[in-house]
């Protein structure tokens, strides 16, 4: 390259259109993935105070906002429920006639073109909160992977698409691919034991009665680690790897990226989001500015696909 003064980069910088053309990533509603949380009654909407994205919602309320999302753009969903009742083993979550699963047909029915996925776990069902069944205190590995594979099926009878397993088990993506050989797994791969799970647990009621989830999720500090789960899963047959969160792990979707050549998605998670509400709220930043900023960064260091809270938002704002 030739130095300045021949080299001025200034030069395509001048205007709007100038700069669009030399764009290196676009959002586009094609990439994103909208969170929405099913839970039972009629009529119920119950947002996180100030998070008007991260609400549970009964089924029909679901159906009323995922008809909206669908009409302004965004292609697909990510279900999670919340049960009448939880147990120890988390029987709500294969249950044909759980929350999931009647959610999962109303929008089948009620929103033909929407994409359906469905979170996989366990933690939304248990009565102690943790991602899998018990053995003394700590989450029983291979009997947790059963019944993960038994939730799938459930979801997939039900219309799922495509199922996301989310739990940090050993062996679970191929004790789904076992059972599911036509369904798209979409593998939260790398998932870390984060403190920006906040929000969400508070929506979804999944925070661990005992202790936290640092004996199967992912050490923050790792990415090695990051690559050798990515690895297992693709070779357990998963079709996308994720990594979660988003914001503060791009340096590990960008190494994914670079390792492996399927599909790399991120999920943004409600702390990130909640982050920055909070610093909008406060007047410390701009809202669609802060938040595209976020996206943008996070599809530039590699992610095709980021599970947001913002994904109807984008519909407005692209
Ligand atoms: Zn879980």
């Known amino acids: 390259?030739?130095?300045?003064?021949?080299?001025?980069?200034?030069?395509?910088?001048?205007?709007?259109?100038?700069?669009a053309l030399v764009r290196e990533t676009a959002l586009s509603l094609d990439d994103v993935v909208m969170p929405l949380f099913a839970?039972?009654?009629?009529?119920?909407?119950?947002?996180?105070?100030?998070l008007p994205a991260i609400a549970q919602r009964s089924v029909d309320e679901l159906v009323r906002e995922a008809g909206a999302l669908a009409s302004a753009g965004v292609r697909a969903v990510l279900l999670f429920g919340i049960p009448e009742e939880k147990d120890d083993e988390g029987s709500g979550a294969w249950d044909a006639d759980g929350i999931v699963q009647r959610a999962l047909r109303a929008l089948r029915a009620e929103a033909p073109g929407l994409t359906l996925l469905t979170d996989v776990c366990l933690c939304e069902y248990t009565d102690h909160g943790h991602c899998g069944v018990l053995e003394g205190d700590t989450v029983a590995n291979d009997e947790t992977i059963e019944l993960l594979a038994r939730t799938a099926v459930s979801h997939v009878d039900a219309g799922a698409d495509a199922v996301c397993p989310s739990d940090m088990m050993d062996g679970r993506v191929g004790a789904i691919r076992e059972v599911l050989p036509e369904t798209p797994i979409v593998s939260y791969a790398a998932k870390y034991a984060s403190a920006f799970y906040g929000p969400f647990r508070e929506v979804a009621e999944s925070t661990p009665a005992f202790g936290d989830r640092r004996g199967y999720q992912m050490d923050p500090a790792n990415v090695r680690e990051a690559l050798r789960e990515c690895a297992l899963d693709l070779d357990e047959g998963a079709d996308v790897v994720m990594?979660?969160?988003?914001?503060p792990y791009l340096d590990v979707i960008r190494t994914v990226r670079e390792r492996f050549d399927c599909p790399v998605w991120a999920y943004q998670v409600s702390g990130e989001y909640a982050m920055v509400r909070a610093a909008v709220a406060a007047g410390h930043l701009e809202e669609p500015r802060a938040a595209l900023e976020t996206l943008t960064a996070i599809k530039r260091a590699g992610a095709g696909t980021i599970v947001t809270y913002w994904a109807g938002d984008l519909a407005r704002w692209l």
């Not at 039972?40 to 100030?50: F, I, Y």
């Open 1 to 19: 390259m030739s130095a300045f003064p021949t080299t001025r980069l200034r030069r395509l910088r001048r205007t709007d259109s100038l700069r």
């Open 39 to 50: 839970c039972p009654g009629e009529g119920v909407v119950r947002p996180v105070e100030g």
């Open 243 to 247: 990594v979660k969160p988003a914001l």
